[in-house]
């Protein structure tokens, strides 16, 4: 069984940039939720996918978009970087999308916004 | 508005000893509650999950957690540490029938291990 999986691992962009993070849900997970976790906190929600529709968002302003695809994995785009968008970046998925079930946690991908 | 206090942002117990992790929530209806684990350089990894059933919920690793509604708390234990539960750990509440899974996290606990 494939877990979470996450691309890239890290990378490097400027600010004013774009970036696409990827994420490959566990196999039979139909709902996938992004995360930023800041140096030093706990991560936070940003929002979640079920059956490649938004379907709950955190406080986060709408440069952060996504996607999901037919095969469940996911996309997070984010324009116009801020230096503040410098974080680990966590996908999580799972079989509930209702908030009571056990998410799984990819590696995440870190980013850093010079 | 939910949130959840970790106290304490760094523990060093020695092996053997006592674990306790500490977390109080606040909310307003019924909370389901998480501990996850985050190992470095890994994604985090679900511990133990209180979801309205029994008040102490057993967890994997030897890991244990109380709900206290009283006290509004859920602090994590375990009886003897060991080495290799070295890592930072995460207390979560998410709003019962949320709709989606929006957990709120503290800001975590970093625990060390030391011989």
């Known amino acids: 069984e494939t877990g979470v999986t996450q691309s890239p691992t890290h990378l490097i962009k400027t600010r004013g940039q774009q970036v696409t993070l990827r994420c490959s849900s566990q196999s039979g997970h139909n709902t996938v939720s992004w995360y930023q976790q800041a140096l030093g906190q706990g991560p936070q929600f940003i929002f979640q996918y079920y059956r490649e529709e938004e379907n709950g968002r955190g406080n986060f302003p709408p440069r952060f978009s996504g996607l999901q695809f037919p095969n469940y994995s996911s996309e997070l785009n984010v324009n116009a970087l801020e230096l503040d968008d410098s974080a680990l970046y966590l996908c999580a998925s799972s079989t509930d999308r209702g908030g009571t079930g056990e998410l799984f946690f990819g590696e995440g991908s870190r980013l850093t916004v010079l | ?115």
């Open chain 2, 1 to 115: 508005a939910q949130s959840v206090t970790q106290l304490g942002s760094h523990v060093s117990v020695s092996e053997g000893a006592l674990v306790l992790l500490r977390c109080n929530y606040s909310s307003s209806v019924p909370p389901y509650l998480f501990w996850y684990v985050q190992y470095p350089n890994q994604g985090l990894q679900l511990l133990l999950k209180y979801t309205s059933a029994a008040t102490l919920v057993k967890g994997i690793n030897g890991f244990e957690a109380e709900f206290k509604k009283s006290e509004t708390s859920f602090h994590l234990t375990k009886p003897s540490a060991h080495m290799s539960d070295a890592a930072e750990y995460f207390c979560a509440v998410s709003p019962s029938g949320g709709g989606y899974n929006k957990l709120i996290f503290g800001a975590g606990t970093r625990l060390a291990v030391h011989p």
